[in-house]
Each structure stands twice: as C-alpha cells, then as structure tokens.
C-alpha cells in the first residue's frame, strides 16, 4: 500500500465557517514567515470581487453556516473590504484577519458603523509577532510594528477587542514572559486586558527558510486518528471560497490537493486528504485558524479505533 493511499481523509461534519480568500495571495507586507509567501507581487490568487462573496454569502444562508472568516494576503488591499464586511454582517458574525497597518480613521470609522447597525459582531484578528520594534519587525518587515499598535489603537478607540494573534518565535520556555511582555505594550498603546491567541508555526512557504520544513515523521496518520476529535481541524467546519475555486482551508492555499471544487454546492459534499504535512499542525494544535480552538483531550466525538 502506498503512503498516500494509507493517508486518512475526513468528511465535512457541518459548514460552521465560511472563509474567504479576499485578498487572494496579495499582501502590503513579506513576512519571513508567511505559509503562502504572501507579498506585494504575489499574484498567485487575485482578490474576489464583492459580488462573488455575496453569491457564496447567499448561497451559505441554506448550508447552514454559522460564522464568516475574511482572509488574504491583506484583506484590505482589497478596495471593497469595507463593503464588504458590511455586506456579510447582514448574515451573521465577521472575523478578519488583517495587519492593521492599513487601518486608517475613515476606514476604521466606517467599520464602527457597520458593526452597530448589525446584531452580529465583526472581530478583528491582528497579526503583531514581536512585543517591540526589533523582534517583530524582523519578521514583518521595518515599520510594521508601528503601523500596526497604531491599528489596533484605532480599532480599541473605536470599541472594537481585536484578538492580537501571534506566531509563536519563542522557545517554550520564555512563554510566560512573552505573554506578559505583549499584554504591557499593548496596554501601553491604550488596549487594557488584550485578547491575544499565540498559534504555532507553519512550516511551509517563507517558513522553511526563517526556521526549517516539516520532518518526515510529521504527517497524519490513520493510527494517529484513533479516538481523536475530528472537530480540533478545521476542514471538517469550514470550506474556504476563493477567486479560483473553494478549498479545504486556508492554510492549503498551494497545494492543488486541496482544491475540492469550484463551486461551494460541490465542495460540501468532498472529504477532505489529510496528506499535506500542514495538517499535522492542526492535528497537534486544534484549528489554529478559528477564533477558539478545541481542547486536544475533548474526545466525546473521537474516532472509533
């Protein structure tokens, strides 16, 4: 038997979430850990035009889903993201993902309204992976860091507890130091009591230059599957809708053995190859791309054995 065809795949339990690839592979910035080498000249996937996301938005209404997750490159590079979010909050709750250096006060405002016209909440989820100048923008680039506690001033101002997210550069041991490191400069930027979720590294993309690539052994397995709770990763609550196709998740961008269909109808109905070494991330760290991840020892919906 081959390795892939002894590679396990799972069923889509429900379409919790609905992603969307917004701003395809286009980003402000060239970070040195970016899984899908996002950057200014990125063109790889190319923004979704707001009439594409409202048909996949109207087409979710009978799917069932219950959240929508904006992402990119930068979402807003795209010139409609504020349309945008303000299109989705008429359907349910609104995350993006974002740098927050592009947050200006006419955008920021704009959101504010949106967000209390709607019954849903718009969160924001901001990239910053360094607690100063120095070890964030060597992985953002220069200036990051500055642009960036200046977007998140503005989204707190305007009422907004953006979850501060952070990719975990660090060893194990200064975690505890780091974390209280990020909560004092964040307060210092006038955001008291900060959200902050710290997520693991992807190693792929720009990542296996900055640290290294996947090991071998770093890959799911159907052993590995034995009373696991198949909720912990993400393909199994979520599609991801870009302009060239729906995917398992956002994290699979580049490889082609994530591209499930090219319309969402078809998409649901695919299970999805837990083949790509990325998944062995999210099988050891829960869905690091939702807002909340589920707890690894919650086996009541684990895999019989």
């Given at each position: 038997?081959?390795?892939?065809?002894?590679?396990?795949?799972?069923?889509?339990?429900?379409?919790?979430?609905?992603?969307?690839?917004?701003?395809?592979?286009?980003?402000?910035?060239?970070?040195?850990?970016?899984?899908?080498?996002?950057?200014?000249?990125?063109?790889?996937?190319?923004?979704?035009?707001?009439?594409?996301?409202?048909?996949?938005?109207?087409?979710?209404?009978?799917?069932?889903?219950?959240?929508?997750?904006?992402?990119?490159?930068?979402?807003?590079?795209?010139?409609?993201?504020?349309?945008?979010?303000?299109?989705?909050?008429?359907?349910?709750?609104?995350?993006?993902?974002?740098?927050?250096?592009?947050?200006?006060?006419?955008?920021?405002?704009?959101?504010?309204?949106?967000?209390?016209?709607?019954?849903?909440?718009?969160?924001?989820?901001?990239?910053?992976?360094?607690?100063?100048?120095?070890?964030?923008?060597?992985?953002?680039?220069?200036?990051?860091?500055?642009?960036?506690?200046?977007?998140?001033?503005?989204?707190?101002?305007?009422?907004?507890?953006?979850i501060i997210t952070a990719m975990q550069s660090w060893p194990d041991e200064e975690h505890d130091r780091v974390l209280a490191s990020f909560r004092n400069v964040l307060a210092s930027f006038g955001y008291e009591r900060a959200r902050i979720k710290v997520i693991p590294p992807l190693r792929m993309?720009?990542?296996?230059?900055?640290?290294?690539?996947?090991?071998?052994?770093?890959?799911?397995?159907?052993?590995?599957?034995?009373?696991?709770?198949?909720?912990?990763?993400?393909?199994?609550?979520?599609?991801?809708?870009?302009?060239?196709?729906?995917?398992?998740?956002?994290?699979?961008?580049?490889?082609?053995?994530?591209?499930?269909?090219?319309?969402?109808?078809?998409?649901?109905?695919?299970?999805?190859?837990?083949?790509?070494?990325?998944?062995?991330?999210?099988?050891?760290?829960?869905?690091?791309?939702?807002?909340?991840?589920?707890?690894?020892?919650?086996?009541?919906?684990?895999?019989?054995?």
């Amino acid at each position: 038997m081959t390795e892939l065809a002894s590679t396990p795949s799972v069923p889509l339990a429900a379409l919790d979430q609905l992603w969307f690839q917004v701003a395809g592979t286009v980003c402000n910035l060239r970070c040195t850990h970016c899984f899908i080498n996002c950057s200014p000249d990125n063109h790889s996937f190319w923004f979704m035009k707001r009439s594409d996301v409202m048909q996949a938005l109207e087409e979710s209404v009978e799917l069932g889903v219950k959240e929508y997750y904006f992402t990119g490159g930068e979402p807003f590079m795209n010139r409609d993201m504020v349309e945008i979010l303000s299109d989705t909050l008429e359907f349910g709750p609104a995350t993006v993902l974002t740098n927050a250096t592009l947050l200006t006060p006419k955008r920021t405002d704009r959101l504010a309204i949106s967000a209390g016209r709607s019954p849903y909440s718009l969160e924001f989820r901001v990239s910053i992976d360094g607690v100063n100048e120095e070890t964030n923008d060597a992985i953002r680039g220069t200036g990051a860091f500055g642009r960036a506690m200046a977007g998140v001033n503005r989204l707190v101002t305007a009422g907004f507890l953006p979850i501060i997210t952070a990719m975990q550069s660090w060893p194990d041991e200064e975690h505890d130091r780091v974390l209280a490191s990020f909560r004092n400069v964040l307060a210092s930027f006038g955001y008291e009591r900060a959200r902050i979720k710290v997520i693991p590294p992807l190693r792929m993309g720009a990542e296996v230059t900055r640290s290294r690539g996947y090991a071998q052994h770093e890959r799911v397995t159907h052993e590995m599957l034995c009373g696991y709770n198949l909720d912990q990763l993400l393909c199994t609550r979520a599609r991801l809708v870009t302009a060239r196709g729906v995917y398992a998740c956002p994290i699979l961008l580049d490889y082609e053995s994530a591209h499930l269909a090219n319309t969402l109808a078809d998409a649901v109905r695919r299970e999805v190859s837990l083949q790509e070494q990325a998944c062995y991330t999210c099988y050891m760290s829960g869905a690091i791309c939702a807002n909340i991840s589920v707890s690894s020892q919650d086996l009541s919906r684990g895999t019989p054995c």
